[in-house]
């Protein structure tokens, strides 16, 4: 059952269901984008981490990362950058606390999902992977028809990548274990709405499935 039939209401699944939500599918090249894993977000000590939801996000995302890599998939990550200004910092809206020097490079990527020398980290400063970055050109690189989107948090910067990925017409598919967020209902939601217009959410272990079968026809 879609984490969503909790949180909308009979009538909008009704309403949305008529014309929407279908399936688009995987392509023929997938890639893995694995977006703001940092332990900004999935560590506690963090104002905006949260490990309730993110630790468990690592872990399911981690089985994903391993059969990518056994697959030979590209995989590419996205963090955030420091600002070294209010410019570079922008309008958000939460705000930027001084750290304890002895806690990680908040913009690191967790050590559970360390990336390869051979796997891109882009940097960005705004929600979207794909703004203000070079990931659509190495989507292309790669001949990328189907981006798998992981990531935190599902409200902000996972729904902003999938939009922009869609608008690129890249396929995308969303694991439903493999994002999250640190509100429950606005997790829902917002995969309630990607499913619905702008990609497939699917179960981490349909996404596995299809992976192992198109590795076993290689």
């Known amino acids: 059952m879609p984490v969503w039939d909790s949180v909308i209401a009979q009538d909008d ?12 599918g995987f392509g023929r090249n997938p890639a893995l984008l694995i977006v703001d894993m940092t332990y900004a977000f999935v560590d506690d000590r963090f104002p905006l981490g ?13 089985r994903l990362l391993d ?11 996205s963090g955030g950058l420091v600002p070294r ?50 990931l659509a050109s190495l989507l292309v690189y790669y001949r990328v028809d189907t981006v798998l989107l992981t990531g935190m948090v599902t409200s902000g910067c996972v ?28 997790h829902a939601v917002n995969l309630f709405d990607i499913h619905m217009k702008y990609g497939d959410v699917v179960p981490l272990q349909e996404v596995l499935h299809e992976l192992t079968r198109r590795y076993e026809k290689r």
Do not use: H
């Open 50 to 62: 949260y490990g309730k939801t993110g630790w468990p996000c690592v872990l399911a995302i981690r």
């Open 159 to 186: 729904r902003a990548t999938a939009v922009d990925a869609f608008s690129y017409n890249f396929r995308v598919i969303v694991p439903e274990e493999c994002v999250a967020d640190r509100a429950q209902v606005s």
């Open 85 to 134: 200004n209010e410019a570079e910092r922008g309008l958000w809206k939460n705000s930027a606390p001084d750290l304890p020097p002895e806690l990680p490079d908040p913009n690191s990527i967790v050590s559970e999902l360390a990336p390869l020398s051979t796997e891109t980290v882009i940097r960005k400063r705004r929600p979207s992977a794909f703004f203000g970055t070079e």
């Open 67 to 77: 059969q990518a890599r056994c697959m030979g998939l590209p995989v590419i990550y």
């Open 13 to 24: 699944l009704s309403a949305m269901s008529r014309e929407w939500g279908k399936r688009g």
